[in-house]
């Protein structure tokens, strides 16, 4: 056996041992791929179920519990207050009300340790040191955020008075508004007016939600002038808005 | 290692394009309001002076009231219109700012011509983008003007819902006739009513899927029971000829081949029964004492909905149409009845009697049996029946005084009276006109 090995050349030998080490390397990274791959679509997101239909939650309101087993009645709003009718004749009753001039006189004693409360709190204030107001130097005085950047603060302006006219019609097919997103490119000058009609950048492939995201967004204009170093991107590149119902 | 090394150059190739992109601020707008469509119909066009006015004022009024009714649609005011009245229907002569600064969204122009027959060319623009977006010609006899008027609205509705309309359907109902009872057919909207019937007693009418039968319950003859009329040949039949049980109140499934009615029984209880549409291959579905009435089919036939008071009052069961257990699905309430399965089989219309001893609607969800009211404090308020489409549901209300036919929406808003001063009952709507 000895000598029908050592016939063998050792180079042969060698050969036959790399590719034995190339095919399982081959094998191992195959594997590793398939591995991956079944992996990866156990992580796989899960489905919208777009037939489901959407969850509407209610706070209930403070009152007394309706019997079960009756009908369901609409809540109404309650009829106005009546009207105070004025019957001719009638002499509207004085109300007496004490003359302010006869206010009696403070208490000397009660003066005196509230002039040295004061004083007391004059003093500390004094030596208090001012609190610095966190912002920007920009921002807004009805700002409520220390961290926000102006840039941020006027585009939430933009989607704040945007939201105020974003009406979307009743006459779209239900089943079709929860896949709706069109993507509109507002361009807006100095002064915060839109330089031209809003386009459809990217249509959500339903015309009246398109014409409905561009007539609520120019309803919504003008914007307010835009911070200086926002002039220009809003004027040449422009603001993207991705509108879903 | 090379192709690794492609890759990542191509990545990197890639990556200042996305950085470009990037460069464009984008914000997400969510959170719209539903609201109706704000539509403007332009006052009628008459390019010829021998059009006719009257059938133009007929189909304006047809439009305005199907579009309303309709609920999607919230029609402006012609008074605070800017634009010139005589402005034509190419969109490049149209200045759509001016639509646009009165509220509309979508501008209806109505062309009419010649006298009889009548011509007319409805166009409908997006006031926003100035485009057109539906244009329609149609021609019918004057007498028949409103006609033209819901074709277009049902072909707008599908434009904008994708759903056919229900506009072009016709109602059945009972009418009080020289005191006696008998069934009309009207277009949806009450109009052009005309009796189907004669004799002394006929109620509870119900269409065939294909809209040229109609079963309803008559009391002339010896034996008073369920008649089937064809309304091409206007002639009626019963449908057991030699049944001694008085039958009721049916119900056709949507292919039109099977029908369900109550039956009442020598021994006084009242069961559901289901039969071919001529009356063959008789089953009962439901059994032991008490009254089982008003059959609904769901719209895939294969359950009906019914009226019971097996549990002492009245209230709506569902029974497969191959029988089976019943299974109650209304639990509030103390007298429910008339129940009506919409077309889309997600909601059962019926009328119900509060603690205030007043009929008004509800609606019950059949899966959950979750009760939604559609009516209160106006009246009674009864006998619902869904459109074709299942936006609409039909009734009548006694609001005004007498019974008188009304159209809401399927979750109870927008109601509105749709029929004139004639009193009427027991509406039927019927199927798509195809």
């Known amino acids: 056996m000895n000598a029908e090995a050592s016939t063998v050349a050792p180079s042969l030998l060698r050969r036959n041992l790399n590719l034995t080490w190339a095919i399982a390397g081959s094998v191992g990274v195959h594997l590793a791929l398939l591995l991956f791959f079944v992996g990866l679509s156990l992580f796989e997101p899960p489905k919208l179920p777009l037939s489901q239909k959407p969850v509407s939650a209610h706070l209930v309101r ?10 369901p009645r609409r809540q109404i709003q309650p009829p106005p207050p009546p009207k105070t009718v004025e019957v001719p004749g009638a002499k509207p009753v004085p109300i007496k009300v004490k003359d302010p001039r006869a206010v009696s006189k403070p208490d000397s004693k009660v003066q005196d340790r509230r002039k040295s409360l004061f004083d007391a709190f004059a003093k500390v204030d004094s030596k208090a040191k001012p609190e610095p107001e966190i912002g920007s130097p920009d921002g807004s005085p009805e700002g409520d955020s220390d961290t926000a950047d102006e840039g941020e603060q006027y585009f939430g302006l933009i989607l704040a008075k945007s939201r105020r006219y ?64 926002l002039v220009d991107t809003l004027r040449t590149t422009g603001v993207a808005i991705e509108a879903r119902p | 290692m090379r192709i690794l090394a492609a890759l990542l150059a191509v990545l990197g190739l890639a990556q200042p394009a996305f950085a470009a992109d990037k460069e464009r601020p984008v914000l997400s707008l969510s959170g719209a309001n539903f609201r109706p469509l704000p539509l403007a119909i332009a006052p009628l066009l008459y390019p010829l002076p021998s059009a006719n006015r009257q059938a133009g004022q007929e189909i304006d009024e047809a439009l305005n009231q199907d579009l309303t009714v309709s609920g999607l649609f919230e029609l402006l005011d012609r008074k605070g219109f800017l634009a010139d009245p005589s402005e034509g229907v190419v969109a490049t002569s149209i200045k759509f700012d001016r639509w646009q600064n009165v509220g ?86 009450g109009k052009n009513a005309k009796p189907v019937t004669s004799g002394n007693l006929n109620l509870l009418p119900a269409f065939a899927s294909d809209g040229q039968r109609l079963a309803f319950t008559s009391y002339n003859s010896a034996t008073p029971g369920l008649f089937v009329l064809d309304l091409r040949s206007m002639k009626s039949a019963p449908l057991f000829k030699r049944s001694t049980a008085l039958a009721t109140g049916a119900s056709f499934t949507q292919d039109g081949k099977r029908i369900a009615f109550a039956m009442s029984e020598e021994d006084g209880n009242s069961h559901i ?162």
Do not use: C
């Not at chain 2, 074709?388 to 929406?409: C, D, E, H, W, Y």
């Open chain 1, 62 to 71: 403070l009152g007394e519990q309706r019997d079960k087993s009756l009908l």
């Open chain 1, 166 to 229: 974003y009406n979307v019609s009743k006459a779209i097919p239900p089943n079709e508004i929860i896949r709706l997103k069109a993507v509109v490119v507002l361009y807006i000058d100095s002064r915060g007016d839109l330089i031209k009609d809003p386009a459809i950048e990217t249509s959500s492939g339903n015309e009246l939600f398109d014409s409905d995201v561009i007539s609520s967004l120019k309803k919504a204009a003008p914007f307010g002038p835009p911070p200086k170093h």
């Open chain 2, 104 to 189: 509309a969204e979508g501008l209806i122009k109505v062309v009419l011509a010649d006298q009889d027959p009548v011509t007319a060319e409805f166009h409908l623009f997006n006031a926003v983008t100035g485009k057109e977006e539906l244009k329609k010609r149609y021609t019918g006899p004057a007498s028949e003007a409103r006609k033209l008027a819901h074709k277009f609205a049902d072909d707008l509705f599908t434009f904008y819902t994708r759903e056919p309309g229900a506009f072009q359907t016709r109602m059945a109902f009972v009418r009080k006739v020289k005191g006696t009872k008998q069934i009309f057919v009207a277009d949806w909207d």
């Open chain 2, 273 to 434: 029964w289901i039969s071919d549409a001529d009356g063959g291959n008789l089953k009962r579905l439901t059994d032991g004492f008490g009254i089982n009435t008003s059959p609904s089919f769901s719209p895939d036939g294969k359950q009906i909905a019914f009226v019971s008071n097996r549990a002492g009052n009245p209230q709506i069961y569902v029974i497969p149409s191959t029988g089976g257990a019943p299974r109650r699905i209304t639990f509030q309430g103390n007298y429910n009845q008339t129940p009506d399965w919409s077309p889309r089989g997600d909601l059962i219309a019926f009328t119900a009697r509060d603690e205030r001893n007043v009929f008004d609607l509800f609606t019950v969800d059949p899966a959950t049996s979750a009760i939604t009211r559609l009516t209160q404090d106006q009246g009674n308020n009864e006998e619902p029946t869904f459109s074709p489409n299942g936006r609409l549901i039909a009734f009548a209300s006694t609001r005004n005084g007498k019974s008188q036919l009304f159209v809401m929406s399927a979750d109870g808003n927008f109601q509105r009276l749709v029929s004139g001063d004639e009193e009427i009952f027991t509406p039927a709507w019927g199927p798509f006109v195809p």
